[in-house]
């Protein structure tokens, strides 16, 4: 069964700092990329960043959206099947609800969604 599960959304003051996380399990193909997409009400999902796998931490390579450079950091964990989003100088602009998405050989995987609420 496969199961995409996330954690580490909440609510902070604008400014502040979230830490996403995402574990897949039960995937059966290669995976190629993980990453987060984000939907805020009455928005088209959009990306976030993206993050290859590759063979090793130290060769992946990593895509963002230009509204987060340089406040947020996408990386993965020693398992190829974990990513992390570290979300710094959060905006009330950032609030949505963030998607965990795993691009495989067969297509793409969705977690449930985690909300993130920035106060201004």
């Known amino acids: 069964q496969v199961q995409l599960v996330e954690s580490g959304g909440g609510l902070v003051q604008a400014g502040g700092s979230l830490r996403l996380s995402c574990v897949a399990s039960?995937?059966?193909?290669?995976?190629?990329?993980m990453g987060w997409y984000r939907q805020a009400p009455i928005k088209q999902r959009e990306l976030v960043a993206s993050?290859?796998?590759?063979?090793?931490?130290?060769?992946?390579?990593?895509n963002y959206a230009d509204s987060v450079k340089g406040r947020f950091t996408i990386s993965r964990g020693n398992a190829k099947n974990t990513v992390y989003l570290q979300m710094d100088n959060l905006k009330p602009e950032d609030t949505a609800v963030y998607y965990c998405?795993?691009?495989?050989?067969?297509?793409?995987?969705w977690g449930q969604g985690t909300q993130v609420t920035v106060s201004s």
């Open positions: 993050i290859t796998t590759g063979d090793s931490a130290n060769y992946a390579s990593a």
């Open positions: 039960g995937i059966p193909f290669s995976i190629y990329a």
């Open positions: 998405n795993v691009q495989t050989s067969w297509g793409d995987y």
